[in-house]
Nanobody, 117 residues
Framework: QVQLVESGGGLVQAGGSLRLSCAAS????????MGWYRQAPGKGRELVAT???????NYANSVKGRFTISSDNTKNTVYLQMTSLKPEDTAIYYC???????????WGQGTQVTVSS
């Protein structure tokens, strides 16, 4: 089992910035992939960004150049720095982790990000 605790969501104006944090209950080394997904009202959950334990990153096209995912392995924490936020970025953001060896995919409880125009 892996517990993921997100923080850092909130309300921001368009063009502003926020940083999300996700702290895992076990060593980052044992988590092959960590990342962020989001779900807007009336839409399905979509990938935002992921980072492997080796540091390789992957981004949705819609956030490339605006969002940066990073990992602090000493704190078992993953961050999502969001800049140039747009109203369409409004969603619940969920932290995600996949264990290595695979024992399951795990999700945080979600944190709300609201971008006003």
């Amino acid at each position: 089992q892996v517990q993921l605790v997100e923080s850092g969501g909130g309300l921001v104006q368009a063009g502003g910035s926020l940083r999300l944090s996700c702290a895992a209950s076990r060593s980052r080394i044992s988590l092959n992939i960590m990342g962020w997904y989001r779900q807007a009202p009336g839409k399905g959950r979509e990938l935002v960004a992921t980072i492997t334990k080796g540091g390789s990153t992957n981004y949705a096209n819609s956030v490339k150049g605006r969002f940066t995912i990073s990992s602090d392995n000493t704190k078992n924490t993953v961050y999502l720095q969001m800049t140039s936020l747009k109203p369409e970025d409004t969603a619940i953001y969920y932290c995600y982790a996949r264990t290595l060896p695979w024992t399951g995919d795990f999700w945080g409880q979600g944190t709300q990000v609201t971008v006003s125009s």
